[in-house]
């Protein structure tokens, strides 16, 4: 049985009205016999995880924050505690996603910080790695990659390290239209899962990709054996192709 996780990014888009619309149509459109291998999880703007949490009470559905700081409290003006996204609801973050990365200059061991802290907690972080188009075209995607994960699985316990999921987002495929192709998504799967393999036991780390997923190509993404999932920007904020993605996976999993 094949097991995938299927996320939903809505970056900085929804109002409050919006997001609690896009969360009960994502729940009354769930199959009610959703695969126990599927899980579904949704990453609103923070101020919005409290609602979204409330209207997925009790269902499958989980939610997430997009980011959190790697302090625990304190006076970080405009930052996210992990306390603060458990305490509304919250049960997973993304982290050194691209935009934060590119946008705001977060370093892999600002990255690394941010995963070691939220490995104490009871949040599930999902690391956020990639290479630019300019660092592919220089054939560096694989240093990029090792950097990005040595730079984490360095600082962290072997036993914390096996909660971690991966999500594989090639920043030349995010919000461009242009997704990987499945062997360039396979290829850098399996790359990423041999060399996790350096540190922990890898064979069930769930590794996300992310780029440019639409509910045309997520079939043949999801077929791929290294593929675990999709993390899913723009095709996210309509729940008609969210529906859709998740029952590609519903299909496969089962
Ligand atoms: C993302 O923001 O993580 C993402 C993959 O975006 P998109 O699906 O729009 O490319």
Redesign the pocket.
């Known amino acids: 049985m094949r097991q995938y996780v299927i996320a939903g ?1 809505w ?1 900085m888009n929804t109002v409050l009205s919006r997001a609690e619309e896009l969360a009960q149509e994502i729940k009354q459109g769930i199959s009610q016999s959703l695969h126990s291998g599927v899980s579904v999880v949704v990453f609103p703007p923070s101020v919005f995880i409290h609602p979204v949490a409330q209207h997925v009470q009790g269902t499958r559905i989980k939610v997430g924050a997009q980011n959190c700081s790697n302090e625990p409290y304190g006076a970080f003006t405009g930052e996210i505690s992990t306390d603060m996204i458990t305490s509304v609801g919250g049960e997973y973050t993304l982290i050194g ?1 691209s ?1 934060r990365r590119v946008i705001y200059k977060e370093s892999n061991e600002v990255v690394a910080a941010k995963v070691k802290h939220v490995l104490t907690t009871s949040l599930t972080p999902v690391l ?1 790695i990639g290479e630019t188009l300019q660092e592919r075209q220089s054939g560096q995607t694989w240093t990029v990659l090792q950097q990005q994960l040595d730079a984490v699985y360095t600082q962290i316990d072997k036993t914390s390290a096996e909660n971690i999921i991966i ?1 594989y ?1 090639p920043v030349w ?4 239209g242009v997704a990987a192709t499945k062997v360039e998504a396979q290829e850098a799967h399996n790359f990423i899962r041999k060399y996790v393999g350096n540190y922990i036991d890898s064979t069930n780390t769930m590794i996300l990709y ?4 639409t509910a045309d190509n997520a079939d043949q993404l999801l077929l791929q054996p290294d593929i675990n999932g999709a ?6 904020l309509k729940a008609e192709t969210f529906l859709s993605i998740i029952a590609t996976a519903n299909k496969l999993a089962g």
Do not use: R
């Open positions: 990014n970056k996603h935009e956020c999500a987002e495929a995010i919000g461009t992310g780029g440019s997923v993390l899913i920007g723009g095709a996210s």
